[in-house]
């Protein structure tokens, strides 16, 4: 069975419920103002079955009071049934309904002339040539246009046909991937508690679902799951669906919410839009306050327009619009804004991105960045991907803020990174031009620092992460360092050095150099300290401690405490101690009998101890060292 979402619209009392009671049987006006004053306020439902399509009705209200009302049906229609009074034939309604699901590109619908049973053909003629007028040139030009009455009966087996019809070519919505239902009611129901509705627009629900709402940002259960009435394990997008929520009080969701994943949307108080004015509006000033419809929610928010001071009526521009309070956003959706007062729609339009940067849209590079997401979906994506720098886009946020299909992220991800654009890096995805900027800064960077520090051997490995990758992951940045010492630019340990890079000595550097090995190889366990050594070579202690510091980093020398020992000399000492224990000779050793051993002062043997324990040789125990 396919599901079909059909909304009513048009001006009050031109018979929408009553069509709807006529079609379904079911009054859609449940609330008790509504049926004493006859007149439809707010939303309602009802649903019937013709041929192979279970046809779920939004009756919305027409009178101009409550089109914030009918906008919060509008969003989940497939089909569009415009009602047109034959008696009384388009009316300011009818033109507002009509523009509100144009611009929110309703994908289909047809045109009903009602109350057939007050008019006669003359009159139903001239109705009919008004409203091609209206919809010339839109996307219900081509439609169907049925004649009926609610009270005689006429053209509703016709109508039922005509929607059956409508019905099996509508979109199917996508059920893969994360669910996102905009709440247009909430009430409980006596032993169940919370229920919320909605039409579900992509992805699916089943039983025990750990979801979120949003923007307010609560987690709740689903506990249960009906369509039109009857129990449901799963329930796909398209449909009519009623959730009973664990986890949530009625008085804590309004109508507005979204029953969502977290990453399956943005939570915005700022997006970059297309928008279209109405010839009908004023002229659209920059920062004008505006209403802004979309989904089920109603925001008060403000227009900037980069390129402009105003938007003239019939036009179309892009904007970036500030909201009072969070909206719940991905590209692509569409949108309606009314002015602030008097309350009438002015412009729809269409998300470019639900997280712009902050910076100014009134710029160069402000308007340059519209034009890349207006482009198509691949430009808007790798916009985003650029202007994430090092931090990368996740690829979560292809269907949460992209607005691409769950089911073609994959494909998408694919294409960009075998055309060599973007890389993905541990689910992120990031810019090869950025990676190619900061492989060059990091390469300029060591290239500087050996400059300035010809006897180290390269730039500390941190120093780099923390001067060029501040907004890197780690992944990241380990990627551009093997990726540079795959490609045998860099070599990369502790320090990053360029490949083929050698500390350059001058003559008189490696005289001291081989002096310094030569004294302290002789010296072993009682080295002179640096300054004895200086001394002796005939040289500053600033030159010993500059060579000593390449020395130690190679591990030609050792340093313990205030001393410089050779390698070799430890070596043998380590050695020695733990052979002491192998052949059963010690078990430990005190300061006192180290020192006899090997006949040296204080002075060395306590370095020399700590350097032990440090090497895992011995540990200390109170005033001896157990070896180990
Ligand atoms: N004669 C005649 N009257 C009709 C017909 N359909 C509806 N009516 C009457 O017209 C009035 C308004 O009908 P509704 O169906 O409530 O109109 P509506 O478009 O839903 O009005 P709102 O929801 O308030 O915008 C009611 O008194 C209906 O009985 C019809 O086909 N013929
Ligand atoms: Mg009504």
Redesign the pocket.
Known sequence: MQHVVVG?A??????????V?ALTGTDP?RLREEKER???IDLGFAHTTEQEAVLSFV?????ERFVRNMLAGVGGMDLVML?VAADESVMPQTREHFEICRLLHVPAGLVVL?????ADDDMIDVVRHEVQEMVSGSFLDDAPVVV?????GQGIPELRRTLAGLASTTRRRSSEGPPRLPIDRVFSIKGFGTVVTGTLLTGHLAHDDALMLQPSGRTVKVRGLHVHGETQGQVVAGQRVAVNLAGVDVADIARGETLTRADAVTVTRHADVHVELLPTARPLKHGARVRFHQGTRELLGRVVLPGASELEPGASAHARIHLGAPAVLVRGDRFILRAYSPLETIAGGTILDPGPPRRGVRTAAGIARFSSLSKSDTDAVLAMIGEAGLTGLPVDQLTGRAGVAWEERQALVDRLTQGGLVIEISGVLVATSQLAAIEDALIAAVTRYHASHPLEEGIPREEVRERLFTHASTPVFDHVLRSLSERRRIIARDRIALAGHSVALTDEEARVRDAMIDVLRASALAPPDPGALAARIGVSVDVVNRIATLLVRRSVLVRAGDLLFHEAALTQLKAEIQALKQNGVAESIDVGSFKDRYSITRKYAIPLLEYLDRERVTRRVGDTRKIL
């Open positions: 009513t048009g001006h009050i009392d031109h018979g929408k419920s009553a069509l009671l006006d006859g007149i439809t009756d919305v209200p027409g009178h009602h009602t109350k057939s049973d007050l009926v009455s609610a009270r005689t």
